[in-house]
């Protein structure tokens, strides 16, 4: 069975610093890999994914992260942050064949974004 | 709408009452999934449906819970006789057959049923 460790429940930042949340998973099998956001009081919605190819992976708002199979890992990162990027961050894994598709998701990470 | 539809969004019950969670996923979505979302737990899987068919009810955490898919459409997540430890946030997602190539990955979520036991 898959599992998703995110370390670290809480980040704050000042605004326009850089960000790194991160994300390591166990698997004995290939894995698909996601971050989902979650702005307050709102559902969960897509940022980013790694299918296959480029281990560098480009999402909405700035964000992107890098696939490390050696290290087991799917960290995220934004050079820059901003207020708006306040939210609840969750990392998400799929087995790439023989599973059913259903993700199973981390703890979560809260960003907080100081002025 | 075009985006995942949960009701209630707030539910305030008492100890040992029966509740009901309703999710309307987005049109032509064949698959189905609740998670429970509780304080510093994440998300944690329920179960999963694939059409009216629910191949995955691992995550069910007890007798108590129990779940159904009509029409290929809406879902309906069933609480008996509540205790407090059911006090979470009910999420519902849908999404495209994952097991189709090319369609992995996004589950669209909705805002959530927040249930509260007294």
């Known amino acids: 069975a898959q599992s998703v460790t995110q370390l670290d429940s809480q980040v704050p930042v000042f605004e326009e610093a850089p960000v790194e949340l991160r994300c390591n998973y166990s698997?004995?099998?290939?894995?698909?890999l996601f971050w989902y956001v979650q702005y307050p009081n709102q559902g969960l919605q897509l940022l980013l994914k790694?299918?296959?190819?480029?281990?560098l992976v480009k999402g909405i708002n700035g964000f992107e992260a890098e696939f490390n199979k050696s290290q087991t890992s799917f960290h995220l990162r934004k050079p820059s942050v901003h207020i708006s990027d306040t939210a609840e961050y969750f990392c998400a894994v799929i087995l790439a064949s023989g599973g059913s598709y259903i993700p199973t998701f981390g703890r979560g990470t809260s960003l907080i974004v100081h002025p | 709408g075009a985006g995942v539809s949960q009701s209630p969004s707030n539910k305030v019950t008492e100890k040992g009452k029966d509740v009901e969670l309703r999710c309307d996923p987005i049109s032509g979505h064949t698959a189905l999934y609740w998670y429970r979302q509780s304080l510093g737990q994440g998300l944690e899987f329920l179960i999963y449906f694939q059409g009216n068919s629910a191949p995955d009810k691992s995550g069910l955490p007890s007798d108590r819970f129990s779940a159904e898919r009509t029409g290929g459409s809406v879902s309906t997540l069933t609480i008996q006789r509540t205790q407090q430890e059911d006090s979470a946030v009910y999420l519902c997602?849908?999404?495209?057959?994952?097991?189709?190539?090319?369609?992995?990955?996004?589950?669209?979520f909705g805002e959530g049923s927040r249930l509260t036991v007294l």
């Open positions: 790694y299918l296959s190819g480029s281990t």
């Open positions: 698997s004995s099998v290939s894995v698909y």
């Open positions: 997602a849908s999404s495209f057959d994952q097991r189709l190539a090319g369609t992995t990955g996004e589950l669209f």
